[in-house]
């Protein structure tokens, strides 16, 4: 079977590599409906597992509700502050890190384990593939949005009980990502925090290993070249 | 800041929609290393917490390696068909859930909770953001499959500790995806299991909420019409 044309990958590639966890910039313009559904709707076909589609997709506009959900990102964020020192604590403080009330939609991302249960295929010996299944969700719609010129932001620095309050989840529901979503003034060409030099970003080689944890070198069975070509980072994208 | 030109946009979307879990049809032919390096490159283009970058990517051809996952495999297959009644038990079981021999390359994806820590932005509230990060990475890599016309599969029917001992797992990293990759001879139009009847795909309609969980209908304060929208699916794509 063959892959996409070089047109449709080059489409593809670019939603990939330009797509940025966005903070700040969002213009304040309305989130259209058609590109909202489709964003939803590229969230939806992610795969998961036992065919389970375990998600649910809350969608947030509500002024009083993103203020609460605000407040438990300010709690959260002065409480994580006091587990890093100077001079990280403060370079961490000055950042940026969420547009929970610039962003006119927020989404939560939620997984529901009762769903299509209780015998899921593939659940039984990985309980944590539930979940997994709804990051693979919240990828492709941070890719989708990228592709309809939406920035997305993952807030994370938020407490769990905090928005399960605010959103009305029931027991068992788990919120597993709190996007922010709107335009954006730009994608900037790098990512946030490797522009502002606090984590470099890793050699593709130094996360690949062969056959065992550890093993940087592809040995006999490889084809001759693949660890240069995976240095390289592939001939044909940036 | 604009989208994706309508031709990207048809490309990105393809491989988001005709993505598949493949399980069988692997055709044996090799994976070319380029286009290793470019589905690898994606993977580490994804978003991670605090940009973390907490993930490895484990290059499994070795026959003996697979060999110890496949029984992995089988072990854990017979063990969860014992929480399935008849005649859903047998049905279980009459499924093709893996490729782990019949495909040349197989990916056992990892999140190693120390990389680039012990602080990492975004993860004290939710340490599970670490492994969630690495999901995204395991989405991107499975749509860029798609796009080079590789199939992938994501075998969660394994014991974590026999992957960790097949694979010489360090203390503290975890299994969080193993796929199966190569050639295949085709992406069908369905899932296996929506085709075999084992589940219905969920109406998009269905897991979106408004607001609060369990509102279905978009109230005041959203464009008229955006619930139908949903519901739609979006007036452009599959």
């Known amino acids: 079977m063959e892959g996409l044309s070089e047109g449709e990958k080059a489409g593809f590639y670019k939603a990939v590599f330009t797509r940025r966890d966005v903070r700040s910039g969002f213009t304040g313009s309305e989130v259209g409906a058609a590109a909202l559904a489709r964003v939803l709707r590229a969230a939806h076909h992610a795969p998961s597992v036992g065919f389970s589609q ?47 009330l610039d962003a006119p939609v927020n989404v939560c991302v939620t997984y529901d384990p009762s ?42 620095i ?44 890793l050699g593709l080689e130094d996360v690949v290993y062969y056959e065992r944890w550890g093993r940087g070198e592809a040995g006999p069975g490889w084809e001759s070249g693949v660890g240069e070509t995976i240095r390289r980072g592939g001939p044909d994208y940036p």
Chains 1, 2 share one sequence.
């Open 115 to 156: 769903r299509s249960g209780p015998f899921v295929i593939g659940r039984a010996s990985a309980p944590e593939a539930g979940a997994y299944s709804v990051c693979c969700a919240v990828q492709n719609l941070w890719l989708a949005a990228r592709a309809e010129g939406l920035g997305v932001g993952w807030v994370s």
């Open 54 to 100: 375990p998600w649910n997709f809350i969608l947030v506009r509500d002024r009083a509700t993103r203020e609460r959900v605000k407040r438990s990102f300010e709690e959260e964020r002065l409480r994580s502050s006091r587990l890093v020192e100077e001079p990280r604590r403060s370079e961490y403080l000055s950042f940026k890190l969420e547009g929970i």
């Open 158 to 201: 938020l407490s769990n009980e905090a928005l399960a309050g605010a959103l009305g989840l029931p027991d068992g529901v788990t919120p597993v990502a709190y996007l922010c979503l709107g335009h954006v003034e730009e994608f900037a060409p790098r990512p946030d925090l490797e522009e502002a030099g606090w984590l470099p970003r």
